[in-house]
């Protein structure tokens, strides 16, 4: 049954249309993928009983041709999206026996299109990370590995549970979230694609709350058609999210595969930065090629402001994140640790429930919201946003979407990077300035690095224009023709 799990989301949605096999065939071949590879620590709660309910739940639909768009299809969760009656934890300590009494509604509409749920992904703490190293669960290993040795490598954070899970063939597609890169860099990191919508295409209604303004939550899929596919199923408008778009959602499928020929590509010289390796610089050239090959006209461009989008972020996140971290106060749910006080409460339930990276992002999103500070750090960082979304609207009047590279760097080791946050930080650089602007963005494998690891293009669309994204996409995932998969080592 292996040969299951080896499937696109596409073509095990065809198999069981044509009843080749049944969701319950499907789901327990990805149960038992996903008992084997215990090893990878990508799955921090299995629901195997849940998954083999809702897959015989789905038979009996399509039986009565009642099937919806994903009916039978077993999914990953990231463990920052609620689900009812089953533990979500941030991976944090000060969650860790949390089971909320609601859905969120990114996982409500795949429920109501039909998927079935494997169980729960492993992430950063809070997902505050780039390598998934933050995590109260331990990192996950990323199923790559690099030519002829056995170092385990980071699958990238936040969303490494997720992108780990898709790369190892251990769901068919997986949901994540991303404040400044996190669906996009795993993606990255584990030759999957990973799209983030515009800013208000998901609700985040039901997602544990990291940066609000900038927290989008998205697909990690082995195709660009799986991603369309699951973004369809996620997006649309949700009142109990006051900034979820009230906007129809085409249907991104058909933007897969459609000519390209015409559009204008920026390259933005900016995105050129000291220490890339060269095969990053190569793999860019590539996709410029592939494009102008397609019928693409390419232009260079110019995002000024780019420079100041990582320190801006390292801003603005923080802040956001030491407010809607509050409510973790050991009063109204998860951890509650003993105290002589309230205020002892609150201080040994927060000092022993969060790890040293969400500490560290509090205490900076406090000191930059301070009296004092206020005016020369977080509002300075506010006016620096409205700076690069600007530089973007620029762009949008010269080109159709813009490429780049996804990360600056293939996968590292684990380990490599923890006692370092500005190297850490700095994995962020291509990927948070859609987040500050609030546009779709999406990374999708286009070649391998001299080790053997793969290397991720992003494409970067107009507000709500994630189907020329997908187009563009189309176009480089069939030139490239990425077909590599890690070697199952585990
Ligand atoms: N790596 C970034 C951070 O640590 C982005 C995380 C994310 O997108 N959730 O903040």
């Known amino acids: 049954m292996s040969a299951l799990t080896k499937l696109t989301l596409k073509g095990a949605l065809d198999g069981l249309a044509a009843k080749d096999f049944t969701s319950v065939e499907l789901t327990q071949a990805h149960i038992d993928a996903v008992e ?58 000060i969650l860790e026996n949390f089971v909320p009494g609601y859905e969120s509604t990114v996982t409500s509409n795949l429920w109501r299109d039909g998927a079935v749920m494997l169980g729960k992904l492993n992430l950063d703490q809070f997902a505050m990370g780039s390598s998934n190293e ?22 990238g954070g936040s969303s490494g549970g997720s992108a780990a899970a898709v790369a190892a063939d251990l769901c068919l597609g997986a949901t994540a979230t991303d404040t400044g890169g996190s669906i996009r860099q795993p993606a990255a990191f584990t030759g999957t694609v990973g799209i983030k919508p515009t800013y208000g295409r998901c609700s985040r209604w039901g997602v544990v709350a990291f940066a609000s303004s900038l927290d989008q939550a998205g697909p990690i899929a082995k195709t660009v058609e799986d991603a369309a596919l699951l973004l369809n199923s996620m997006s649309g408008h949700d009142e109990k999210d006051s900034t979820s778009l009230d906007i129809a959602v085409p249907d991104f499928t058909q933007f897969v595969g459609k000519s390209v020929k015409g559009l204008r590509i920026g390259v933005p010289k900016e995105y050129r930065v000291d220490g890339m390796p060269a095969e990053i610089e190569k793999l860019w050239q590539d996709g410029i090629a592939w494009l102008k090959d397609a019928g693409c006209e390419i232009v260079e461009i110019s995002l000024p402001h780019t420079k100041y989008a990582l320190p801006a972020y ?119 300035t859609t987040n500050l602007a609030g546009l779709p963005g999406l990374s999708l494998p286009a070649g391998l690095d001299a080790n053997g690891l793969p290397l991720g293009l992003q494409i970067i669309g107009k507000p709500l224009d994630e189907g020329t994204v997908f187009s563009v996409a189309g176009a480089i995932e069939k030139a490239a023709g990425f077909t590599a998969k890690a070697d199952k080592w585990w």
């Open 36 to 93: 084997a590879a215990r090893g990878l620590n990508a799955y921090i709660l299995e629901t195997p009983e849940k998954a083999l309910e809702m897959a015989a739940a789905s038979d009996a639909r399509r039986a009565k041709g009642e099937a919806g768009v994903l009916d039978g299809a077993p999914l990953g969760v990231k463990d920052l999206f609620c689900t009812k009656g089953v533990r979500t934890t941030a991976c944090s300590k």
């Open 134 to 155: 933050t995590s109260y669960f331990g990192p996950v290993t990323n199923p790559w590995r690099g030519k002829g040795s056995n170092k385990a490598l980071t699958p």
């Open 314 to 432: 390292y801003i603005v996140a923080p802040a956001e994140a030491s407010s809607n971290l509050a409510r973790y106060d050991g009063m109204r749910f998860g951890l509650r640790e003993d105290g002589a006080n309230l205020t002892e409460i609150y201080e040994n339930t927060r000092a022993s429930g969060f790890g040293d990276e969400v500490k560290r992002r509090i205490l900076i999103g406090t000191y930059v919201l301070s009296a004092g500070y206020y005016d020369a750090y977080y509002l300075k960082a506010l006016k620096v946003r409205r700076r690069i979304a600007e530089d973007f609207d620029n762009a949008w009047t010269k080109v159709d979407a813009i490429l780049t590279p996804t990360a600056p760097s293939a996968a590292f080791g684990l380990g490599e990077n923890s006692n370092d946050p500005i190297a850490m930080y700095l994995n962020d650089v291509f990927t948070v």
